[in-house]
C-alpha cells in the first residue's frame, strides 16, 4: 500500500516524532510510505528528519505553501502528487487544513482518505475569519474522510466535533529507551555543570506561544529563590529564542536557565532530571510527557493539557494561575520505574503500530 503523510515540514515536533517512530516501525514490506511537504527547513536547507528518511527509503515531497493565497492551487498541486505517484491513501496531519488535501486525495481517485488531530486547539483560530473558517473545514474533513485519527479523546472532539466518531491511536514511543539510567543521569549532570544534588526541572518544546515558555521561567525565577541551586533546562527550537533570551536576562537567571537546541537523545535528559514541567497553552496528548513518565518522571502539566496525558500517579494537573512553587516543594523526590506500568505500556510503539497498520487496512 502506497501511503502519503501530509505536514508541513519534517524538523522536530510532536506530530513529526509521531510519524517518525510510526516509520521506524511500520512493516515496510506491506506500507510505502513518502511525506509531502509545504514548509521551508527551520535552518534553511533541509529537514531534521531528512536524512533518517531517506534511510527508511521515504521520498520527501515539497510543494509551495499556497494554502491560503491560492488554495485552488494548492490542491491542484496535491492531486498532482497523489496521481503521479499513485498513491492508495493519504494521511493528512495538519488540523483544519487536512479538508484541503483531503479534497485533493478524493480528486485524484485516492479512495483510503484519513485525517488525523494532534492537538486540542490552533493558534490560527484567534483570527476571526479562520475561527468561521474552521466550522467549514471541519464539516469538509468529516466528508471527505475515511478513517478519522486522533492522538486523544480531547483531540478528537476538537477536529471532528463532539458527535463524531473517532479513533484514538496514541503517540507511540521506543519504552525502553526511555528507561531510567542513573550512570546516564551523573554523566549528564557532569557534562553540564550540574552538582548531583541540585533540583533539575526539564521542559521540552517548540519555542513557540503554544508552549508557554515565557510563564514557565517566571514559575521557576519564584521557585529558584527559595531553592538557589535549582536549575530549569528548556530544549527545542523556534521563533520566540530570542524572546526567552532576553527574558532569563531581564530576570539575571543566565546562570540558573539552559536553553538547549533539540537533542537526538532526548533519553539522557529525562534520565538527568528531577521534574518534568510542561505549562503549555494547549495540547494534544504530548509525546514528550509520556517519555518523561516512561522515565519515571515526576511530572507537572498545565490544566491545558488532557488529562489522559496522565498514565502514573506522580503526574499532577495544575492551572496556570496557581502556586507552582509550592507544588514543586513538595514532589516527593524519588522516582519510579514505569516501564511495567499498564497506561505506559498502552504507549509502546510496538503496539500503536499495529492500531495504525489495522486503520490502514481498514480506512
Known amino acids: ?35 509531502l511537504t509545504f514548509l521551508a527547513p527551520r535552518d534553511g536547507k533541509k529537514y531534521v528528519y531528512e536524512d533518517e528518511l531517506k534511510t527508511l527509503g521515504v521520498k520527501i515531497i515539497q510543494i509551495e505553501d499556497n494554502r491560503f493565497k491560492k488554495p485552488i492551487k494548492f ?15 493519504i494521511h493528512s ?33 484567534k483570527k476571526p475569519l479562520l475561527k468561521a473558517c474552521s466550522n467549514v473545514f471541519r464539516r469538509q474533513i468529516n466528508r471527505e474522510a475515511t478513517m478519522r485519527l486522533a492522538c486523544g479523546e480531547d483531540a ?29 543521569r551523573k554523566m549528564m549532570r557532569a557534562k553540564l555543570g550540574v552538582d548531583d544534588d541540585a533540583v533539575v526541572l526539564l521542559n521540552v518544546g517548540r519555542f513557540e506561544e503554544q508552549k508557554n515558555q515565557e510563564h514557565l521561567i517566571d514559575i521557576f525565577g519564584d521557585y529558584v529563590r527559595k531553592n538557589k541551586t535549582a536549575k530549569l533546562v528548556i530544549i527545542g527550537e523556534g521563533s520566540l529564542r530570542q524572546n526567552l533570551e ?58 491545558n493539557v488532557p488529562k489522559e496525558t496522565k498514565l502514573l500517579d506522580t503526574a499532577e494537573f495544575l492551572p496556570l494561575e496557581d502556586n507552582w512553587t509550592s507544588k514543586i516543594i513538595a514532589v516527593a523526590d524519588k522516582r519510579g520505574d514505569a516501564i511495567k506500568n499498564a497506561k505506559v505500556q498502552e504507549y509502546a510503539i510496538e503496539n500503536t503500530v499495529k492500531a495504525l497498520e489495522k486503520a490502514y487496512d481498514e480506512a
Open 93 to 125: 496531519h495538519i488540523d483544519f487544513m487536512s479538508a484541503i488535501t483531503l479534497r485533493a486525495a478524493r480528486n485524484a481517485g485516492v479512495k483510503k482518505r484519513i485525517s488525523h488531530s494532534h492537538n486540542t486547539n490552533n493558534s490560527n483560530l
Open 75 to 89: 490542491i491542484k498541486d496535491v492531486e498532482k502528487v497523489l496521481r503521479e505517484g499513485g498513491y492508495d491513501a
Open 156 to 184: 478528537g472532539r476538537f477536529l471532528y466535533g463532539a458527535k463524531q466518531e473517532f479513533r484514538v491511536i496514541h503517540n507511540g514511543i521506543d519504552i525502553q529507551r526511555f528507561r531510567y539510567n542513573s550512570n546516564t
Open 1 to 35: 500500500m502506497k501511503i502519503l503523510h501530509v505536514i508541513g515540514g519534517m524538523d522536530r515536533g510532536g506530530a513529526e516524532s509521531y510519524i517518525m517512530n510510526s516509520l521506524r516501525n511500520i512493516d515496510r514490506e506491506k506500507y510505502q510510505c513518502d511525506i
Open 246 to 303: 532576553d527574558k532569563i536576562a531581564s530576570e539575571r537567571l543566565e546562570k540558573s536557565v539552559m536553553l538547549l537546541p533539540a537533542q537526538d537523545n532526548m533519553e539522557r535528559f529525562y534520565s538527568m532530571a528531577d521534574i518534568f514541567i510542561l505549562p503549555s497553552l494547549f495540547e494534544g496528548v504530548p509525546t514528550v510527557g509520556i517519555e518523561a513518565q516512561a522515565s519515571g518522571l515526576k511530572c507537572l502539566f498545565s490544566s
